[in-house]
Nanobody, 116 residues
């Protein structure tokens, strides 16, 4: 069973920063686009950022452009989401996603809470 493992969430004050990490099995990481989704209470899940598997343009949701940066370390099979200038509206469960153009794989999710 493929397992994505997230870390780095927690509680932070508005204006602060957090970095999320997601480790994936090497068997899928290199062949997958990696992304971060989030879901806030009462809202639909939304794609926050995605990084392609072999270079190209990263995707960011309009609400996080200029504040969040997605990156990947192919040697460590890990994708990161650097979140700066956090706002209370960023409070959500963040979930890592791997898409190898055939299947999607998900992490269990990690809570990010931004206090005002």
């Amino acid at each position: 069973q493929v397992r994505l493992v997230e870390s780095g969430g927690g509680l932070v004050q508005a204006g602060g920063s957090l970095r999320l990490s997601c480790a994936a099995p090497g068997s899928i990481f290199g062949s997958s686009a990696m992304g971060w989704y989030r879901q806030a209470p009462g809202k639909q899940r939304e794609l926050v950022a995605r990084i392609p598997r072999g270079g190209g343009t990263n995707f960011y949701a309009d609400s996080v452009k200029g504040r969040f940066t997605i990156s990947r370390d192919n040697a460590k099979n890990t994708v990161y989401l650097q979140m700066n200038s956090l706002e209370p509206m960023d409070t959500a469960v963040y979930c890592c996603n791997a898409y190898d153009y055939v299947r999607q794989y998900w992490g269990q999710g990690i809570q990010v809470t931004v206090s005002s």
